[in-house]
């Protein structure tokens, strides 16, 4: 042998090849890149209907974050008379530097789209169900570590976007009862956003998150193949088999996982050399911009607060959505809808009907609180008119919707769960939408802005 | 049987596990230590953080005039009363301008507004803006920008006034 052969057996032990064939040549591969990958899985998971592939994308996403991420971090530097400046330099300067900020920037945008179409995939396709049970709640905090790491990403530039959005963001637990105030002084290191803040959000966005990440993505795909592999899909009325075909992962899922990312890496690439990344001027503490908004993706927190005493829309409600969400997977369901979309033909009416109900409602109460109620209001809010009686209202159109599912149109557990999970995340993007394209200079309502 | 359980072994296996419960709660309370907001390094002016605005006279009634260095706003009210207001609004700490077109401040982030008094004309405000401590000597106006007092409500005694000479 000579060191090359050497060196490649130390690399690759096992057989090598020999005239008998190369047939351990594809295991060696195998065990080597399946880690996170069956060898084998069901074929109709291979089905684009049922994932869309948007866990996939989610991956590449991750990865393209975690590469151009280390890239940034040698051009950047974590002070308020240093972040953005390195950011000028960074995009005017280094070569490539604005096309590497873009990437990171609109991958990040990205995953948080792409996350929350996989949760609303997985939720459609009651694909929560046991044994896959507990991956939704790994899932779930997945999605909470994407989001605290686009928050925390947002204000490293430091520019009067980043700076205004984390005072406002970070503002908003001061309304937590007995720890807001603490937590909030805890986060930015003081009163106000300032040095220590930065020093804080850079080494979370740098190293606890992504230490996070890279601990919970793991878990999540070996829970898929604990589960052995993803959800199987079928038709309403179709029973589930007991012997599923299964497919070889090389090369029916290897080479859709590979063509997937291609096309992923080449979209983002794309879009980061014909759009950039957001850069507004220099942070500056005496002046907000009118409007402040915080970021896009709690647009529809900040709409929420347009219409709601603050402890309620920053505390009761994200309490309560999120221990619902957690609870989706514990609840007791009649019927086996594992794989079905929208659980049944009724359920794929009724969730059409929710989400109809939902926009309307929810522009109707938008409207009417502009126009009416906060009109004809004076003094400061309220506990009980800008909280407890809007709350109750909503609560009270979710009970009533229920209600009617239930017993109006005789749907099951699963469908009517289905049904309010519809109304409240359609209520959520409409709000979203109106707090992104509709609110303008002094956050008035008007025409897109 | 009862008796069996207690052995030297069992004895110490709870004292391996106090101890290390220990041990993890001392690296908890490190910890959290560690990350405590620290107080802002002393800097020339937080030693004093009384700031003079200047005297009386220069101040019309009916007008208010920013102080980026305190970062408040001294109010004239028409009476002739002295407010000095945090420029933080009180719903999400954005910094409130004052719109004299308007006699208002009116904040961009939520379109909270509160008139002259710093009282809340419109919510979401859940609070009148924040007070410092106004103090008149020989007809110069000082501010004390240390220490933030919280009101829900204008209230008159929150007024200073200079003496009538």
């Known amino acids: 042998m000579s060191i090359f052969q050497r060196i490649h057996l130390s690399v690759f032990p096992g057989k090598r090849n020999t005239k008998h064939g190369n047939s351990e040549r594809p295991k060696i591969f195998r065990s080597f890149l399946l880690h996170f990958r069956p060898s084998a899985i069901p074929e109709k998971t291979l089905r684009l209907s049922l994932t869309w592939g948007l866990g996939s994308i989610a991956a590449v996403l991750v990865f393209l974050l975690f590469s151009t991420g280390l890239m940034l971090k040698f051009a950047y530097e974590a002070s308020p008379d240093g972040a953005y400046n390195s950011i000028v330099y960074l995009i005017n300067q280094i070569p490539f530097g604005r096309l590497l900020r873009n990437i990171h920037r609109w991958s990040a945008n990205g995953l948080i789209f792409v996350v929350f179409l996989h949760f609303l995939r997985v939720f459609y396709t009651s694909a929560f169900t046991a044994p896959r049970q507990f991956n939704w709640v790994i899932g779930l905090c997945l999605f909470c570590a994407v989001i605290f790491s686009n928050f925390t990403g947002y204000l490293l530039p430091w520019d009067q976007l980043a700076y205004w959005a984390i005072t406002i963001s970070t503002s908003m637990l001061d309304y937590i009862p007995a720890v807001g105030t603490g937590l909030k002084e805890w986060i930015l290191g003081g009163t106000e956003p300032g040095p220590r803040t930065l020093m804080n959000f850079y080494a979370i966005h740098t190293a606890i998150l992504p230490a996070l990440l890279l601990f919970f993505i793991p878990f999540h795909f070996w829970r898929i193949r604990k589960a052995k592999g993803l959800v199987i899909p079928r038709s309403p009325g179709e029973e589930p088999e007991t012997e599923e075909k299964m497919a070889d992962a090389m090369p029916h899922l290897i080479t859709r996982d590979v063509a997937l990312a291609l096309i992923v890496i080449a979209t983002i690439l794309i879009i980061a050399m014909f759009f950039n990344a957001p850069l507004a001027d220099q942070a500056n503490p005496g002046l907000s911009p009118n409007p402040t908004k915080a970021p896009w993706y709690f647009m529809g927190i900040q709409e929420m607060l347009m219409h709601f005493h603050p402890v309620f829309a920053l505390l009761v409600i994200p309490v309560l959505i999120v221990v619902g969400l957690l609870l989706i997977p514990y609840f007791n369901y009649e019927a086996n809808t594992a794989g079905i979309w929208f659980c049944s033909v009724k359920g794929r009416k009724l969730s059409l009907i929710s989400a109809v109900v939902a926009v309307v409602l929810t522009v109707a109460a938008v409207l009417l609180d502009e126009f009416f109620i906060s009109a004809n209001m004076d003094g400061p809010a309220n506990l009980i008119n800008n909280g407890l009686l809007p709350f109750g209202l909503a609560l009270a159109i979710c009970i009533g919707f229920f209600l009617l599912m239930k017993k109006g149109f005789a749907a099951t557990n699963n469908e009517t769960i289905q049904a309010i999970f519809t109304l409240l995340i359609t209520a959520f993007v409409v709000l979203t939408i109106i707090g992104i394209w509709f609110r303008g200079p002094g956050m008035q309502l008007m025409w897109a802005t | ?165």
């Open chain 2, 1 to 165: 049987m009862e008796k069996e359980k207690h052995t030297r072994r069992s004895f110490l296996n709870k004292l391996w596990l106090v101890l290390g419960g220990l041990a993890f709660a001392e690296i908890i309370a490190v910890t959290f230590t560690y990350f405590k907001p620290r107080k802002p390094e002393i800097s020339p002016e937080a030693g004093n953080s009384v700031i003079v605005a200047g005297p009386v006279e220069n101040f019309e009634p009916g007008t208010v005039s920013a102080f980026v260095r305190g970062k408040f706003y001294l109010a004239r009210l028409e009476d002739g009363g002295f407010l000095a207001m945090s420029r933080r609004c009180t719903h999400l700490s954005c910094t409130v301008p004052w719109v004299s077109s308007e006699n208002k401040f009116i904040c961009p982030c939520h379109s909270s507004e509160f008139d002259i008094r710093g009282e809340v004309a419109n919510p979401p405000a859940p609070r009148a803006l924040d007070l410092y401590h106004v103090e008149i000597q020989n007809n110069v106006l000082k501010v004390d920008t240390g220490k933030l007092k919280k009101r829900s409500v204008f209230a008159a005694d929150q007024v200073t006034y200079p003496k009538k000479t």
